[in-house]
C-alpha cells in the first residue's frame, strides 16, 4: 500500500514538472483557394461549369518561381504575400502556350493583412482580407472574390476565375 | 535532483496521513458526548473557530526546476487564508504572483501578474473531536488575474515568402475563472499543517486574451487553453480558539 502511496506521489510530481513547449501540430500557412470555372450554354440560359486547364502553370510576378499545376486542374491554391498588401501572379492554362503573352494573364489581389495568435506552441500567422483583384483579360473573362476572408479554413474557395 | 528530493519528500506525506488516521479512528472511538434533554434550558455550547494561513511551497520551487532554454522562466509565489465557519464549511482567500520569460525563437516577451481566488470548501469527513482539524474537502473558488504583459516580439515563419518579424504592444489583461478544487489538509505539529489541492480551472474569458494570451499566469496556468490543471503543496499555520454561545433550545 506505500508503494502505491510512494508511485502516486512520484507521479504528481513528475507531472507537475513536465512542462516542455508543446508542438505546433497546426499549419502555420494560409492558403488563398481558387477554382477555375467557365460558363456554358444550357436550355435555361447558361450555368457555370469547372474549367480544368490542359497544363496550367503559374508564378508570382516579383519572383522567378514557377509553379507546375497537375494537367486538367481546376483547382489550386497560393499564399499570399504578408510583406505587402498585394499579391500578383501570372497564370497560362496551357504550358505549351507560356511563350505567346496573349496566353498569359496577370491578377494582382488587393488585402488587408490581420495578425492572428495561432497558439503558444505555433506562435503567429497572417489572415487576409480581400479588398479587390485587378486583371488582364487575355484569356480570362473575370475574376470574382467568393469569400474575402483568408483563414486556416481549407475547405473554403476564396475566389472564382472564369475563362 | 529536485524532482528526486521532492518526490521523496512527499513519499512521507502518506505515512503521515496513515499515522493521523489510527489517532483519529482511536478519537473516533471515545464515548460519545450525552446528548441535552429536550425541554429543559440549554446549557452553553463552545463553538470553535479556526483561522489558517499557508503559503504554496511547492509552486515557487518547481518554477525554477522546470527552467529548460526553451521554455518560460517562472516564478509562482501563492498563499491561502481560509476560517472555519461551521458545519465543516470553510471560506477560503488565495492569492499570490507570478511572472514569465517566454524566450521561443519565434515569440519572446516578459509577463507578470497578480491573482486572487475566493470561495468555499466543504469538509467531506464530520469532525471527531473539538481538535480534530485534519481535513479532506471540496470546494469551489472564483479567480481573476491581472496580467502584464511586455512589448511581444514575434516572427512569422511563411513556406514560400520567408520569415516576417513583427511587435505586438505592451498590454494589461484581466482573466476570469471558476475551478473546482479537492483535498487534504492534516495537522503536523501545535497549530501547523500541510496538505495539497488538486484543481480544475475552466477559463471564463478566454476570448478576451486571444490576440496573445500568456503562456503562464500564476493562479492559473497556460492561458491559450480554456481548461487547466494544477496540483498546490501548502504549509501553514492555524490559529483556533472557542467561543460559548448559548443556542435556541427548540422544541
Known sequence: MKKRWGLFWISMIALACRQERSPCLVPQDVWMNLGCYR????PEGRAERDSFLVHPLFGYTDSGAVFV???RTSKFSLLLSPHADQTSLWLVADSSRIDDPLHRDTIRFHYQRRLHFISNACGYTYYYQLTGVDYSRHQLDSVAILDDQVTDNVNK???KIYF | MLRSIFSG?????????GAQQVSDSAIGSTAPSPLPDSGSAAPPSVRWHQLRAEIDFLSPILARAAEYPSLPRKTHWGFSVDYYWRNDLYAVMEGGTGSAQVRYDDLQYDSRNLFFRCGFQKGLFSRTGDQDWDLGFLGIRYGMARTSLSEAWFRTDHYF???????????????HWVELTGGMRMRLWKGISCGWNLRMKLLANGNSVQELPPAFVAGYGAADRNSAFEM??????ALTWSKKVRERNEE
Open chain 2, 232 to 237: 498546490n503543496f501548502y504549509l501553514g499555520y
Open chain 1, 39 to 42: 460558363w456554358e450554354s444550357v
Open chain 1, 69 to 71: 499545376l497537375e494537367p
Open chain 2, 161 to 175: 515568402w520567408g520569415p516576417r518579424f513583427g511587435t505586438q504592444e505592451a498590454r494589461t489583461v484581466w482573466l
Open chain 2, 9 to 17: 519528500l512527499l513519499c512521507l506525506l502518506p505515512l503521515l496521513v
Open chain 1, 157 to 159: 474557395e476564396h475566389v
